[in-house]
C-alpha cells in the first residue's frame, strides 16, 4: 500500500464515486431492474421450464393453450420455448460481447493512460482505426466471410465493440494517475504494474460497470438485427431475430409467430435499458 491510502477523504480537486445507494434508483428504473432481473432467470431456467425448442410440440399454427402457451409455428415448434431460449442465446452473446470489450479495451485503456507517451499514442491511434470504421458494416463484413453463426456474429460485433471500453477507461486512468496518492505510491517505490492493479484500475471500474449495463440493450438489438438479416446460426437454431424474420410471412394469418419473439426483443431491451439507468444512478456520480 502507498504512503496515502486510496480511499482516504479526497485532496481538492481529487473527484471520486459516491457510494452505491438504491435511494437515488427510481421507480422505473427499480422496475426496470425487476423485469430484467426476472427475464435473466428466466433465460437461465429455460431448460428446465421448457422442452427441446427444436423439437416438434404439435400440428403446425396449434392456437395458444395450457400446453402450449403461444401456441406453435409452421412446423409445429413450441414459440414459447424458442423464445426462452432465444433469450437466453441473446443475453448470453450480450455478456461474451460486453465481457470481451472490458478485457481487451480495459486492458489497452489501463496501459495507454498509465505508461503515456508514445505507448498511449500508439495505442489510441489503433483505438481510432477501429473507431473510423463503420461498426455495423464491418460486422456484417467479419459473418459474411466467416459464414453465418452465432459465434461468428458474436465475434464481428466484439471485433467493433472494444474501442469504447478502451477510451473510456484510459480517460479515467488519466484523470486518476495525476492524484496524490498515485504519487505517493510511485514515491513509495511501488511498481508500474502495482500501481495499476491495486490503485488505479479499482478507480476505472465504476464508470465501465455503467457502460457495460447500458450496452446490454444496444447489443440485444444489434445481434437481434445481424441476425434478423440471416447472420446468426442457421435453423432451427432458436434466435429471436431469425426466428422474427422466418415468422413475417405469416404475419397477417399468424401474427404470433414473427410478434412474440419482436416482443420479447422489445421487452429484453426496454427492462435492460431501464436497469441500465438504475445501475447508473446506484453508482452515483463524482463527487
Known amino acids: 500500500m502507498s504512503a496515502i491510502d486510496a480511499t482516504a477523504a479526497p485532496a481538492a480537486g481529487r473527484r471520486r464515486w459516491a457510494a452505491p445507494s438504491f435511494e437515488r434508483v427510481g421507480v422505473a428504473e ?34 395458444p393453450s395450457g400446453h402450449l402457451l403461444l401456441g406453435t409455428d409452421d412446423i409445429g415448434q413450441d414459440i414459447f420455448a424458442r423464445i426462452l431460449f432465444g433469450l437466453r442465446t441473446s443475453l448470453l452473446a450480450a455478456v461474451v460481447v460486453i465481457a470481451s470489450g472490458v478485457v481487451v479495451g480495459g486492458t489497452i485503456g489501463l496501459v495507454a493512460g498509465t505508461r503515456g507517451g508514445w505507448v498511449d499514442a500508439l495505442l489510441m491511434r489503433l483505438t481510432d482505426v477501429f473507431l473510423a470504421l463503420p461498426g455495423p458494416i464491418l460486422a456484417i463484413a467479419i459473418v459474411a466471410a466467416l459464414g453465418p453463426s452465432l459465434q461468428h456474429t458474436v465475434l464481428a460485433v466484439a471485433v467493433v465493440w472494444w474501442p469504447w471500453y478502451a477510451r473510456l477507461v484510459r480517460g479515467e486512468v488519466q484523470a486518476l494517475i495525476v492524484r496524490p496518492h498515485i504519487d505517493a505510491a510511485r514515491l513509495a517505490g511501488t511498481s508500474v504494474a502495482r500501481i495499476m492493479l491495486r490503485h ?4 476505472a471500474l465504476p464508470p465501465v460497470v455503467v457502460a457495460a449495463s447500458l450496452d446490454v440493450q444496444v447489443l440485444v438489438l444489434t445481434l437481434a438485427g445481424l441476425s434478423f438479416l440471416g447472420l446468426g446460426s442457421p435453423p432451427p437454431a432458436p434466435e429471436l431475430g431469425a426466428m422474427a424474420a422466418r415468422g413475417s410471412d405469416y404475419l397477417v394469418g399468424h401474427p404470433l409467430i414473427p410478434l412474440a419473439p419482436g416482443i420479447a426483443v422489445f421487452l429484453v431491451a426496454f427492462a435492460a435499458n431501464l436497469a441500465g439507468d438504475g445501475v447508473r444512478n446506484l453508482m452515483g456520480r463524482r463527487t
Do not use: C, E, K, Q
Request: aromatic share 8%; hydrophobic share 65%; net charge neutral.
Open 200 to 203: 488505479v484500475l479499482p478507480g
Open 30 to 63: 427499480r422496475f426496470g431492474m425487476g423485469l430484467f432481473a426476472l427475464l435473466v432467470v428466466l433465460a437461465a431456467a429455460a431448460p428446465l421450464i421448457v422442452g427441446d425448442p427444436t423439437a416438434a410440440a404439435g400440428l403446425p399454427f396449434a392456437p
